[in-house]
């Protein structure tokens, strides 16, 4: 494209809130063949929300969700933060919805949640630390196996009944125990599903990878009328995703939001950082959609495509 064209396309864009890096990315995208779709944040809205809290030990119910909450208070991830608020909830809205100067501290206030020690983050599994000097770990059945905690039966079956209904069944073990089990929900964005039936429309294939696990990710991809899709995916194993598609010549898109996007992000021809984001994500991308709507990933691919035939 000449440079006017360039610029005129760059202008579109920002008006769309669609920031374009360079003549580069904008030339790219015309041919894309494929749209790698993020699961979460990307394709749902990142606003997840408990639906269930079943506890399988002794404990209370109310000891369980402060317990697990003082473990995910230091996580940046979507369901660490549907999971506090959950339990912040719980303790203070419940019983006393009238009180509004309680509720109003409650929500400023983390004074209810437990001291914990050695935090660790470990990207597509979940959260380990430390409270009361006993682990407690928060995530997923690869989380737990590495950990040697076993997942009996009729637990098993809990969690599955919830992923076969689009839910993240998030496990936690305490102090070698299974404890207890949290169903999360992440709706869709209102245009996911559009924007994939315009994607089809228009020639290029959209694909679902998520660190998520099969069920559930099956279960969402069915939602949106996505037929290709890749779940427990590790942050790592998304590039690798991309390079083997790339391999035959293919160009290749990815949409994500996150840190554990960006090595997709920059292995893919045309990375496309959706919303706020992470600074790592936008740093990675091409395309920036400011807007978080799906519907800017047409918008950026019809804008190249229109450049480059306008100067043939
Ligand atoms: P996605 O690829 O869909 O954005 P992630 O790679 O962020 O998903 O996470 C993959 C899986 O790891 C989640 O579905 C969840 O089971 C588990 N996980 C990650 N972080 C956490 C956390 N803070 N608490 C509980 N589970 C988590
Ligand atoms: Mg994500």
Redo the contacts with the bound molecule.
């Keep these: 494209a000449t440079p006017t064209a360039v610029m005129v396309a760059t202008g579109v864009g920002a008006t769309n809130g669609v920031l374009i890096k360079g003549g580069d990315a904008l030339e790219k995208a015309h041919k894309v063949k494929y749209v790698i779709f993020?699961?979460?944040?990307t394709l749902t809205q990142g606003k997840a929300t408990v639906t269930t809290a079943k506890v399988f030990s002794e404990m209370d119910r109310g000891e369980f969700l402060t317990l697990v909450a003082s473990a995910?208070a230091s996580?940046e991830?979507p369901?660490?933060k549907a999971i506090v608020d959950y339990a912040r909830h719980f303790h203070f809205f419940d019983e006393s919805i009238e009180d509004g100067e309680k509720n109003n501290k409650a929500t400023q206030n983390s004074g209810w949640l437990l001291d914990t020690s050695d935090f660790s983050?470990l990207?597509?599994?979940?959260?380990q630390c430390l409270v009361n000097g006993k682990t407690i770990l928060?995530?997923?059945r690869k989380l737990m196996s590495e950990n040697a905690i076993t997942i009996p039966d009729h637990v098993e079956k809990f969690v599955a009944d919830l992923e076969e209904s689009a839910k993240?069944g998030?496990i936690v073990a305490y102090n070698g125990e299974l404890v207890g089990v949290m169903g999360i929900a992440d709706p869709l964005k209102r245009e996911a599903a559009v924007v994939v039936e315009g994607l089809l429309r228009m020639g290029v294939l959209p694909i679902m990878v998520?660190?998520?696990n099969w069920r559930t990710a099956r279960a969402v991809a069915k939602e949106v009328g996505i037929k290709d899709v890749r779940a427990e995916v590790m942050?790592a194993g998304k590039a690798e995703v991309i390079r083997s598609l790339q391999k035959d010549g293919s160009t290749v898109a990815m949409v994500g939001d996150?840190i554990?996007d960006s090595p997709a992000l920059a292995a893919a021809d045309v990375g496309m950082a959706i919303g706020a984001g992470t600074d790592v994500a936008i740093e990675a991308a091409d395309y920036v959609l400011m807007r978080n709507n799906l519907e800017d990933v047409i918008t950026a691919i019809d804008l190249s495509r229109k450049t480059l035939t306008r100067i043939r």
């Design positions: 993020d699961k979460t944040g995910e996580s991830h369901l660490a983050a990207p597509g599994k979940g959260i928060v995530g997923n993240t998030v998520t660190g998520d942050p996150g554990n």
